[in-house]
């Protein structure tokens, strides 16, 4: 799945389960952390744009050096060092780091029916997938839009009531605009409903 439907589930089971900002976000940062493995792909557009297409750093390394379970308690181990409550950060980083790998396992398929991309649970240290899901949908189908949009309304509904959103996991102020500018839509909305009746 993308990196920002990870981020919404992550963000939405983040803010449902913590009772502070700071763990909030570094819940929902280790349901997108194991995405880090793809930044390889920026080597190669570099690469392309060079003439220098012996690199594939992308399709080498993305699902094989964060998508395991060795990373998701490397990143565990990090977060809860920055934690106000470890215990539950602990806790929660390990179910949303799982759910990443869940959602990527069956929702990451290229767009060649036979282009599955493969769990390493041991990666690196060992290259041998162990899971592959033999009816992985495409990372580009229905079914990522379908929970993607789900997950938006969803993050947006909760943003308006909590007064803080998934944008706070990047930038603390964009999201105090970005939710005042929800409830200002929302107020709005409620004014037009109001005239009409």
């Given at each position: 799945?993308?990196?920002?439907?990870?981020?919404?589930?992550?963000?939405?089971?983040?803010?449902?389960?913590?009772?502070?900002?700071?763990?909030?976000?570094?819940?929902?940062?280790?349901?997108?952390?194991?995405?880090?493995?793809?930044?390889?792909?920026?080597?190669?557009?570099?690469?392309?744009?060079?003439?220098?297409?012996?690199?594939?750093?992308?399709?080498?390394?993305?699902?094989?050096?964060?998508?395991?379970?060795?990373a998701a308690v490397a990143?565990?181990?990090?977060?809860?060092?920055?934690?106000?409550?470890?215990?539950?950060?602990?806790?929660?980083?390990?179910?949303?780091?799982?759910?990443?790998?869940?959602?990527?396992?069956?929702?990451?398929?290229?767009?060649?029916?036979?282009?599955?991309?493969?769990?390493?649970?041991?990666?690196?240290?060992?290259d041998h997938p162990?899971?592959?899901?033999?009816?992985?949908?495409?990372?580009?189908?229905?079914?990522?839009?379908?929970?993607?949009?789900?997950?938006?309304?969803?993050?947006?509904?909760?943003?308006?009531?909590?007064?803080?959103?998934?944008?706070?996991?990047?930038?603390?102020?964009?999201?105090?605009?970005?939710?005042?500018?929800?409830?200002?839509?929302?107020?709005?909305?409620?004014?037009?409903?109001?005239?009409?009746?």
């Open positions: 799945m993308a990196p920002t439907t990870h981020l919404l589930a992550s963000w939405i089971i983040a803010a449902k389960t913590t009772d502070n900002p700071r763990d909030c976000r570094l819940v929902a940062l280790a349901g997108v952390l194991p995405d880090v493995d793809g930044l390889g792909i920026f080597a190669d557009m570099f690469n392309r744009a060079v003439g220098n297409v012996d690199h594939e750093y992308y399709a080498r390394f993305h699902h094989w050096w964060m998508h395991g379970g060795l990143v565990t181990m990090v977060l809860v060092c920055f934690a106000r409550r470890p215990g539950r950060v602990a806790v929660l980083a390990l179910l949303v780091y799982h759910l990443h790998l869940l959602c990527d396992f069956v929702g990451s398929r290229g767009p060649d029916p036979v282009d599955k991309w493969p769990i390493f649970y041991l990666g690196p240290l060992y162990m899971w592959i899901c033999k009816w992985q949908w495409p990372l580009f189908g229905w079914q990522n839009g379908v929970i993607s949009i789900a997950l938006f309304v969803w993050a947006m509904a909760m943003a308006v009531q909590r007064g803080d959103s998934f944008v706070g996991v990047i930038s603390r102020r964009a999201d105090a605009v970005f939710v005042r500018i929800l409830r200002k839509w929302r107020d709005s909305w409620r004014v037009r409903f109001e005239e009409r009746k």
